[in-house]
């Protein structure tokens, strides 16, 4: 379902036709709505949600219909974040990469970022457990807050987000779009200094609570909780 929205007192206007795209399993969380009230989106924004299916599914059926409806930007906004920057399309629009994301964490421990590299010797994707401040370029990223170019599901064939197999090794649908996104000669990046919080089993998960588990880990020692 397509719904079109306006949004008033816009801080600036940009003449790219901008989709935000919401899968969900069903149920969305309250925190993400109170914070996906307060973005700044452009007029004339098309928030697209998902119908009930698994995120593969939900995210092919998402970018086909960006893509009929002409958007020039899908921003994949998952329904499970929180502490959602009010001006989260601005930052990473502003950066004009094919893929961009924002800076979020797996929400189970280790609470590793969703950023990673590609390991072509043993054909996987590592996390990036420590990295600099600012655009980084990256070889991966979940899709829970991300800002893709459209021209490049133009560019590539159907399944966008169909799994990647490559030996022993079976990518999720985030990932395996990356995989083909970068064999296309496209370019992602990630905005660390842009952070947003996985809505966990019992708190919002972010860069402290990773920090703090990558500290346990360094001295051997886990929290039972």
Sequence with gaps: MAIRIVKQDEPAETEAKIAVGVPNTGYV?????????TMWLPHGTWVVESPRCVPRL???????????WGADYLLFLDSDMG????????????HDKDIVCATFFKRKS??????YRYDAFIKKF????????????IDGCGMAATLIKTEIFKKLSQPWFGEVVLGNSRFGEDLSFCYRARE????IFC????????????VLIGEEEYLQELERRKNGTRDTD
Excluded: W
Aim: hydrophobic share 40%; aromatic share 8%.
């Design 184 to 187: 296309a000669g496209f370019r």
């Design 83 to 94: 502490n959602i920057p009010a001006d989260l399309l601005l930052k990473l629009i502003k």
């Design 58 to 68: 939900a995210r092919e059926k998402i970018a086909e219909d960006i893509l009929n």
């Design 110 to 115: 280790p609470f590793s970022p969703c950023v």
């Design 126 to 137: 590592r996390p990036l457990e420590e990295f600099h401040k600012g655009l980084v370029e």
């Design 29 to 37: 969380h309250h925190t993400f709505m109170l914070d996906f009230r």
């Design 191 to 202: 905005d660390t200094d842009t952070l947003i919080k996985h809505i966990g089993d019992e």
